[in-house]
């Protein structure tokens, strides 16, 4: 059996359980969802067993009970197949009034008509993403997210890491069965992933007969438009181009499926009371779980990324907010960007549960980073109250510290949550 590799996800489930009666897992396929539950469950159902899944499902209609015995923690690994668990379950957590009964792993969004109660105050929700460059070891974690929102801003560390391992680390992805493949095996693991995708996933999660090619080429716009607001109508132009005919509702019919799959992750827009009459843009960022997905509908690799330092800007920013998403949900935050219409913006807007945040700007290499904290210094000024805890630029450098205007620059292969 394989070393589990330890994950950020692994305490924040644990705490959990000792809130909760049960606790839903979701994320894209091949993440890692099922192994980490396994490192706490103490009886395993299967619901997607090849030989027994029909027979489950049906069961799940007849005798729902019968599936939910067993010790417990009990893991119910695609608990989507059967809705009806959803429910049992949670009538199961009132008549035992206890914690810690059931870990549920999907990864699918649930049609929510097929259950008659959402679980609040007895099933937490977790959305787990593939690894972070942390918990591949990628990064040192000689600087901790939670210590920059304590207050220590006295940074000081050296990155392991240059330009050609990020861009190894981007077109790699964070899948842990792609951490100790070769390059070349990992890129076609991700290209079958990708091809899965289009070709049934598309059209499983509810029956409706989406065309491969077309998945395909949205996702190849989404591609070349990552880390921007790019609009439907420039995907629309885009598929135009390729010959594709589609209007806007299907379109965004395509990609709230992609988004039920959990292969597209939009960043939001953050908006507060700001000392300025410039109108907050509230248009999402176009990002995916994991940048290797649009590095490999891109073709990207080595050669090509450095010819092409624009696309590789994108890309890195990418997977820079994956890694806060992940460590941000470790200390109880979520990560956001901002962007008004005079074009003043942040790239991520980290805001915690207790109202602090922190700002940051991302920039590959060195040669922007000035113009990053003035940017950042800008925004501060024009927060009425509350302000942000730290201003950051995060970068694909080696030298972490603290500027002179108190700004500080961090490489994110020195980040931790």
Same mark, same amino acid.
């Given at each position: ?17 000792? +809130? ?20 706490? +469950?103490?009886? #395993? ?32 690994? @695609? ?40 679980? $609040? ?50 077109? !790699? ?18 290209? /079958? ?16 007969? !989406?065309?491969?090619?077309? #998945? ?24 135009? @181009? ?7 509702? #299907? ?10 799959? *959990? ?28 940048? +290797?997905? /649009? $590095? ?30 992940? *460590?941000?949900? *470790? ?6 960007? *901002? ?5 003043? @913006? ?6 915690? &549960? &207790?109202? !602090? ?61």
């Amino acid at each position: 059996m394989k070393e589990y590799l330890k994950r950020t996800i692994d305490d924040v489930l644990k705490e959990e359980l000792e +809130a909760f009666g049960a606790v839903l897992i979701t994320g894209p396929k091949w993440c890692g969802k099922t192994t980490t539950a396994f490192q706490i +469950a103490k009886s #395993t159902l299967f619901m997607h067993d090849p030989n027994l899944k029909d027979n489950l499902i049906e069961l799940a209609k007849l005798n729902v009970n019968e599936l939910l015995k067993g010790d417990k923690p009990r893991l119910i690994d @695609e608990w989507q197949s059967a809705p009806e668990l959803w429910d049992a379950i949670r009538f199961d957590i009132d008549q035992k009034g206890e914690e810690g009964l059931y870990i549920l792993t999907g990864s699918t969004i649930v049609d929510e008509s097929k259950i008659s109660h959402s679980g $609040a105050g007895r099933i937490s929700r977790l959305n787990m993403r593939t690894m972070s460059l942390y918990e591949t070891s990628h990064s040192n974690g000689a600087i901790s997210l939670s210590n920059l929102f304590d207050g220590e801003h006295n940074i000081s560390s050296q990155s392991k890491l240059g330009l050609e391992e990020y861009i190894d680390l981007i077109i !790699r992805g964070g899948w842990p069965n792609t951490i100790n493949k070769s390059l070349n095996i990992a890129i076609r693991q991700i290209k /079958g992933y990708v091809d899965i995708v289009c070709k049934s996933d598309i059209r499983e999660i509810d029956g409706v007969q !989406r065309d491969e090619i077309k #998945t395909k080429a949205i996702l190849k716009s989404l591609s070349r438009h990552i880390s921007t607001s790019a609009a439907y109508t420039t995907i629309l132009a885009d598929l135009k @181009e390729n010959d594709i005919s589609m209007d806007i509702d #299907t379109l965004r019919n395509y990609i709230n499926v992609l988004k039920k799959l *959990y292969i597209i992750e939009d960043l939001p827009a953050w908006s507060t009371k700001l000392r300025s009459k410039s109108v907050i843009r509230l248009k999402n960022k176009r990002h995916f779980v994991d940048p +290797a997905i /649009g $590095a490999s509908l891109l073709n990207a690799n080595r050669k090509n990324l450095l010819g092409d330092l624009n696309t590789l800007g994108f890309l890195f920013e990418s997977l820079v907010i994956r890694d806060l998403r992940i *460590y941000s949900q *470790y200390i109880d935050g979520n990560v956001s960007h *901002y962007r008004d219409s005079s074009g003043l @913006e942040a790239d991520a807007v980290i805001q915690l &549960d &207790d109202g !602090r945040w922190g700002a940051i700007e991302v920039k590959l290499g060195l040669q922007h980073v000035d113009d990053a904290a003035r940017n950042l210094i800008k925004l501060e000024k024009l927060v009425k109250k509350n302000k942000p805890t730290f201003l950051a630029v995060i970068t694909g450098t080696k030298y972490a510290y603290k500027r002179e205007d108190g700004v500080l620059v961090i490489p994110i292969g020195c980040l931790r949550p």
